[in-house]
Nanobody, 121 residues
Framework: VQLQASGGGLVQAGGSLRLSCVVS????????RAWFRQAPGKEREFVGAISWSGGETYYADSVKGRFTISRDIPKNTVYLQMNSLKPEDTAVYFCATGVGLKVTAGSYAYWGQGTQVTVSS
C-alpha cells in the first residue's frame, strides 16, 4: 500500500489550501484515512480522519470548523480542505490509512511521505 500526498505550499494567514492523498491499493472493509501533521520539534499531531465506507469524519479541536476531510471513492483519494489558515498550522502534513477513526499515530499502518504547509503571518 502506497500513499502519495500532495498540495502543500506557502500561503498567507487566512488563506486556503487543499491537500490530496492518493492510495495505491483498493480499499476494503472498515478502513479509515487520516491526516496528521508535525511541526519542527513537535510530536506528530492528529488533524482529522474519515471512514472510507460511510464518510463519517472526526477532527481535532484545533482545526474543527476550518478544515474539512472528504473522499473520492472511484479515485481512491482523500482530501483535506484547509481554510482560514493560521501560522500555527505550519507543519508537514501526512496522510495515513488504518482501521477505525483513531487519533493516535500508532493506529495507522501505512503512511504517505508528507507535504509541507507553510502559513505566513
Amino acid at each position: 500500500v502506497q500513499l502519495q500526498a500532495s498540495g502543500g505550499g506557502l500561503v498567507q494567514a487566512g488563506g486556503s489550501l487543499r491537500l490530496s492523498c492518493v492510495v495505491s491499493a483498493r480499499t476494503l472493509g472498515s478502513v479509515s484515512r487520516a491526516w496528521f501533521r508535525q511541526a519542527p520539534g513537535k510530536e506528530r499531531e492528529f488533524v482529522g480522519a474519515i471512514s472510507w465506507s460511510g464518510g463519517e469524519t472526526y477532527y481535532a479541536d484545533s482545526v474543527k470548523g476550518r478544515f474539512t476531510i472528504s473522499r473520492d471513492i472511484p479515485k481512491n483519494t482523500v482530501y483535506l480542505q484547509m481554510n482560514s489558515l493560521k501560522p500555527e498550522d505550519t507543519a508537514v502534513y501526512f496522510c495515513a490509512t488504518g482501521v477505525g477513526l483513531k487519533v493516535t499515530a500508532g493506529s495507522y499502518a501505512y503512511w504517505g511521505q508528507g507535504t509541507q504547509v507553510t502559513v505566513s503571518s
